[in-house]
Nanobody, 115 residues
Framework: QVQLVESGGGLVQAGGSLRVSCAAS????????MGWYRQAPGKQRELVAS???????NYADSVKGRFTISRDNAKNTVYLQMNSLKPEDTAVYYC?????????WGRGTQVTVSS
């Protein structure tokens, strides 16, 4: 059982940077993967980035080269560093944790990028 809380969202200008955090109540070491998803109004939730237990990362093509996912096991926290932000990145960003038989979701943090 894992509970996730996102933070760090906000309003930024296009071209700016932001780092969102996902704090887990349980050890993230026990998870199969951690991921960041986002959902814009009227659109489907999409995977932005993920990191496995072994440290392998994967990114959506739209954010590759701009976003970086990382984790701090001691703090039970996963981060998403977002650089060169574009208005198209505007969405609610959700953290997800995958364990055997279950997926847990945070409640999201809003990221708004102005043009």
């Amino acid at each position: 059982q894992v509970q996730l809380v996102e933070s760090g969202g906000g309003l930024v200008q296009a071209g700016g940077s932001l780092r969102v955090s996902c704090a887990a109540s349980g050890s993230i070491v026990s998870t199969h993967y951690m991921g960041w998803y986002r959902q814009a109004p009227g659109k489907q939730r999409e995977l932005v980035a993920s990191i496995t237990r072994g440290g392998s990362t994967n990114y959506a093509d739209s954010v590759k080269g701009r976003f970086t996912i990382s984790r701090d096991n001691a703090k039970n926290t996963v981060y998403l560093q977002m650089n060169s932000l574009k208005p198209e990145d505007t969405a609610v960003y959700y953290c997800a944790a995958g364990l055997v038989g279950s997926v847990y979701w945070g409640r999201g943090t809003q990221v708004t990028v102005s043009s």
